[in-house]
């Protein structure tokens, strides 16, 4: 899938030639904006497309000048935020969501709204409204999901950075099946209005990007600083890292491409003064916490979706309509046991992390998969525990041999400390390259 050279650049790196003059915002925009009308025909990535003024390269940030593009569930002031779902009816957003709002503050242009699974629920990206979207690096294959447009428009060079959102590992499933950077930030540490929610509970805004340093920078331009908010000193201050890793491995239900690929990683990351502790995976809690989350999302689905339940039913997908509808059938004491498995499945990480600057695990147990053969049932068995703990996680490309499928690297870290955690993470991806 050929584009222009630039439109594979880090965002950070085009802002800089754009700083210096040597490429201009409107020449960006324009390779940009002529690489969705050639390739989104094929991937489907963009459900909507904007042809914004180029970005202001002055604003003062590191990707000032730089472009965006956003989810189909988080507001963009003048387009309708469907969520992957017709049935909404959905009319334009009055405003813009506020990580919109600080991106564009920030000096980068928005680029349009990108496919989904249909109201986050899913982690293929089959989309019965606004159809598949599908994997750049190999256009038969799933990009993975809920935020598969996402991911998709960043592997293929149709803009720098994207948001997403992630409640039990959407935004990095899809960033390790495209190969790209995937970060789900700590609970609280990005402002969820003008997100449709599938589960209060455990929703993250999350940002792709090509590198950590995009990230950063995107992340860096969305946060407000909190009150009381610090830094911590010690291990990470001296780039001595140390991070927990599965000493159970074969436990985890990974291909073995996957494993072979993640042990790869490990070694040179050591190699690189990462000191890894091997620790007994609770293996036997990752099934069934999926699930929990899951019947919680559901439930709060059927909350969300009340006026289109009662009243276009008919337009609605089967295969929706029918998760929904379980979740109605489970009583209080169903949702309870659920709730109290997804709060013991947080605790378990957070004590597990808790003696090391973060966890190690693979992000996915597969590589991508045909989008019309059989959908794996543990997708995301590996990244909801972090949704459930409110800790910051990160997915990061490793190494693969050339023309093989992309594998993730998933670093979870501490909560409160997502700014460690990418510093770990800029630290690991050059031990990576």
Request: hydrophobic residues 45%; glycine residues 8%; contains cysteine.
């Amino acid at each position: 899938m050929a584009v222009d050279p630039l439109l594979l650049e880090s965002a950070s790196t085009q802002a800089r030639l754009m700083a210096t003059k040597k490429v201009l915002p409107s020449e960006l925009l324009r390779e940009q904006l002529s690489a969705i009308a050639r390739l989104n025909p094929l991937i489907n990535a963009f459900v909507q497309v904007l042809t914004p003024e180029p970005a202001h390269s002055d604003a003062g940030s590191p990707l000032a000048g730089t472009a965006f593009a956003v989810k189909d569930n988080i507001d963009v002031a003048g387009l309708p935020s469907h969520s992957g779902l017709r049935a909404l009816h959905a009319q334009p957003a009055q405003r813009d969501a506020s990580v919109v709002a600080r991106l564009k503050a920030a000096g980068l242009a928005c680029l349009g709204k990108l496919n989904m699974h249909a109201v986050a629920l899913g982690a293929t990206n089959h989309n019965a409204d606004f159809g598949n979207c599908y994997n750049p690096v190999r256009t038969t294959h799933t990009p993975g999901g809920s935020s598969g447009g996402s991911a998709a428009a960043v592997a293929a060079g149709l803009c720098g950075v994207a948001l997403g959102t992630d409640t039990m590992g959407s935004v990095r499933v899809p960033a390790s099946y495209c190969g790209v950077v995937g970060f789900k930030p700590g609970f609280d540490a990005l402002p969820v209005d003008g997100v449709m929610p599938l589960s209060q509970l455990l929703d993250h805004v999350g940002i792709l990007a090509r590198s950590v340093e995009d990230v950063v920078h995107a992340f860096q331009a969305m946060t407000v600083p909190r009150a009381g908010a610090h830094r911590t000193a010690g291990r990470v201050a001296s780039n001595a890292y140390e991070f927990a890793a599965p000493a159970n491995l074969d436990q985890l239900g990974v291909d073995p491409e996957v494993r072979a690929a993640f042990e790869a990683g490990l070694a040179r990351l050591r190699e690189q003064g990462f000191t890894l502790h091997p620790v007994v995976i609770a293996h036997e809690l990752f099934s069934p916490a999926r699930r929990a989350g899951l019947l919680i999302g559901e439930a709060g689905l059927r909350n969300t979706l009340a006026t289109v339940l009662e009243h276009r039913r008919d337009e609605m997908p089967a295969d929706l309509l029918a998760m929904i509808d379980y979740a109605g059938t489970r009583s209080a004491t169903d949702l309870a046991r659920a709730l109290a498995t997804v709060v013991s499945a947080g605790q378990w990480l957070t004590r597990t992390i808790e003696p090391f600057d973060g966890l190690l695990l693979p992000t996915t147990p597969q590589t991508a998969f045909p989008m019309a053969g059989p959908v794996p049932h543990n997708q995301a068995d590996l990244t909801a525990m972090a949704n459930m703990s409110g800790a910051p996680a990160i997915s990061l490309p490793l190494p693969v041999p050339a023309g093989e499928l992309p594998i993730g690297l998933q670093l979870v870290g501490r909560r409160g400390q997502d700014l460690e955690l990418l510093e770990a993470a800029t630290r690991a991806e050059t031990a990576l390259r």
